[in-house]
């Protein structure tokens, strides 16, 4: 692993705020995406970057429909670590539990980010079943609160 770089993998289900993580990380990250039902989803990935620490950080989203399973695999391949989005307004869904229970037996440092907390449905403990062992923190990747200071705290922790 070189450490002056890092691959950043960003998991979640659809439409859990994977985006609007990345992009109040990096305002100008890139995304492939189509229109599902007149809400933009992503397809392909998403892109972006920004250096912490004199390290080059690299965000890599994934789609988040189950089936893409083969694009998360692929855009996965050489990653340092993961970070699952998750929508504290929704309850726990089944890929989120699936991806969470992967990367906990991978070996890979992964922490869960517990997006839309500033909303009033936000119901962070029902995602209790797997954030138990992971790295967690509450944010709200629309308004940006706390997404600076989650991924500080994630790299801090584990690189």
Avoid: W
């Amino acid at each position: 692993m070189d450490c002056s770089r890092l691959k950043i993998v960003i998991f979640g289900a659809y439409n859990a705020g994977k985006s609007s993580f990345i992009q109040a990380i990096d305002p100008e990250s890139h995304h492939v995406e189509a229109n599902n039902c007149d809400i933009p989803t992503t397809v392909g990935l998403d892109f972006g970057r920004t250096v912490i620490n004199n390290r080059k950080i690299y965000l890599f989203g994934t789609p988040g429909q189950e089936r893409f399973e083969f694009a998360r695999g692929i855009i996965s391949r050489g990653m340092d670590g993961a970070i699952v989005v998750a929508d504290t307004t929704r309850d726990l869904d089944g890929l989120t539990e699936q991806i969470c229970h992967a990367l906990s037996v991978s070996g890979y440092p992964y922490a869960v980010f517990l997006n839309k907390c500033d909303h009033p449905d936000s119901r962070p403990d029902r995602y209790c079943a797997v954030t138990g062992s992971a790295f967690s923190m509450e944010i709200s990747a629309v308004t940006g609160s706390n997404t600076t200071e989650a991924l500080h705290e994630f790299l801090e922790r584990y690189f």
